[in-house]
């Protein structure tokens, strides 16, 4: 089953527009991925957020983690047409070795 | 660069032919492993490698096998492809066991 789940699947704004992504997991984790995917191409890696970690930035993009409600948001501020893709969580649970557990993705859409 | 690299990047082949996709990271990684892709399932580990000549089975490895002689390369192998195995592939490799994951471009194999 899936560790990761974002919410919500599909999302569609204009160029400047802030974008928020959701994703909840359901067990312990040492660490939660974003991941950026263009259509059919490979991972790119945005940000992790370690489980002792509340929040982080890297440019215009803000992740947050509640370790209490397992869940963290991904925020990319000033989106623009190029950050159309589709954008994963991914989940380093405790207690195993190597193993990141995918959601299936929010795919965002920036039109102009 | 710092990269993974997969190959060959597209393949077509029929029920039955083994097939080998090779994966090569130059950047010392203990870590790696092959995931699948399918739309709505997300991306499913299929294998993982600790070190050399030490793997384990992710979620997915009915039909698949792997071997780690060297450090840098993971290849997968189908032994007798079935058109189930249809998917996008994905090699990735990671320094340590919380760390970033970094992925190949990725094989687009189809299965006739």
């Known amino acids: 089953s899936q560790q990761g789940e974002e919410d919500p699947q599909a999302l569609s704004i204009q160029e400047g527009e802030n974008a928020t992504m959701n994703c909840s997991y359901k067990?312990?984790?040492?660490?939660l991925q974003w991941y950026r995917q263009n259509s059919g191409r490979g991972l790119v890696h945005l940000i992790l957020?370690?489980?002792?970690?509340r929040e982080k930035h890297s440019g215009r993009l803000r992740v947050t983690l509640d370790t209490s409600k397992k869940s963290s948001s991904l925020l990319i501020t000033a989106s623009r047409a190029a950050d159309t893709a589709s954008y994963f969580c991914?989940?380093?649970?405790?207690?195993?070795?190597?193993?990141?557990?995918f959601g299936t993705g929010t795919r965002l859409q920036v039109t102009l | 660069e710092a990269q993974v690299t997969q190959n060959p990047r597209y393949l077509i082949t029929v029920t039955g032919k083994k097939l080998t996709v090779t994966c090569s990271q130059n950047?010392?990684?203990?870590?790696m492993s092959w995931y699948r892709q399918d739309p709505g399932l997300g991306l499913r580990q299929i294998y993982y490698?600790?070190?050399?000549?030490?793997?384990d089975k992710g979620d997915v490895p009915e039909g698949y096998k792997v071997s780690r002689k060297e450090k840098r390369n993971f290849p997968l192998i189908l032994e007798s492809p079935s058109p189930n195995q249809t998917s996008l592939y994905f090699c990735?490799?990671?320094?340590?066991?919380?760390?970033?994951?970094?992925f190949g471009p990725g094989t687009r194999l189809t299965v006739l």
């Open positions: 990735a490799s990671r320094a340590g066991l919380t760390d970033t994951q970094y």
């Open positions: 067990t312990s984790i040492n660490n």
């Open positions: 957020i370690r489980s002792n970690e």
């Open positions: 991914a989940t380093d649970y405790t207690g195993t070795a190597s193993k990141l557990t």
């Open positions: 950047m010392n990684h203990e870590y």
């Open positions: 490698s600790m070190n050399v000549e030490v793997t």
